[in-house]
Nanobody, 120 residues
Framework: QVQLVESGGGLVQPGGSLRLSCAAS????????MGWYRQAPGKQRELVAS????????????VKGRFTISRDNAKDRNAKDTVYLQMNSLKPEDTAVYFC?????????WGQGTQVTVSA
C-alpha cells in the first residue's frame, strides 16, 4: 500500500509562486509514476505534470515554462519518496484543488488534495 500526504497550497497573488509537496510512504518501490492533477469548480480533473521513476517529465501545455515537477527518491525502504511541484508566474486560472497521484502496476492512489487560490 502507498499513502500520499500533500502540503503547500494556499492563497497567492497573480504572478506569485507556490511549491506543493507530496510525501509518499509505504510500498514506494512499486511506484512507477507520480503526478499532480488539478480540478477547478465545475471542471474535470486534469493532469498538470507527471514524473516517472526514471525522472522523465510531462507537462500540460497550460503550465509549460511556469511549473516544474521534481522528485526526491527515498534512500531506504523506511523513508518517504517526495514529489514537488514548483509553480511560478501563477495565474487566476490556476486556481483549483491540486491532487497528488501515484501509480503502481496494481493501483492508482490519490492524495486528499490541497487548495491553490490565485487572486488579487
Amino acid at each position: 500500500q502507498v499513502q500520499l500526504v500533500e502540503s503547500g497550497g494556499g492563497l497567492v497573488q497573480p504572478g506569485g509562486s507556490l511549491r506543493l509537496s507530496c510525501a509518499a510512504s509505504g510500498s514506494i518501490y512499486s511506484i512507477y509514476v507520480m503526478g499532480w492533477y488539478r480540478q477547478a469548480p465545475g471542471k474535470q480533473r486534469e493532469l498538470v505534470a507527471s514524473i516517472t521513476s526514471g525522472d522523465s517529465t510531462n507537462y500540460a501545455d497550460a503550465v509549460k515554462g511556469r511549473f516544474t515537477i521534481s522528485r526526491d527518491n527515498a534512500k531506504d525502504r523506511n523513508a518517504k519518496d517526495t514529489v514537488y511541484l514548483q509553480m511560478n508566474s501563477l495565474k487566476p486560472e490556476d486556481t483549483a484543488v491540486y491532487f497528488c497521484n501515484a501509480r503502481t502496476v496494481v493501483s492508482n492512489i490519490w492524495g486528499q488534495g490541497t487548495q491553490v487560490t490565485v487572486s488579487a
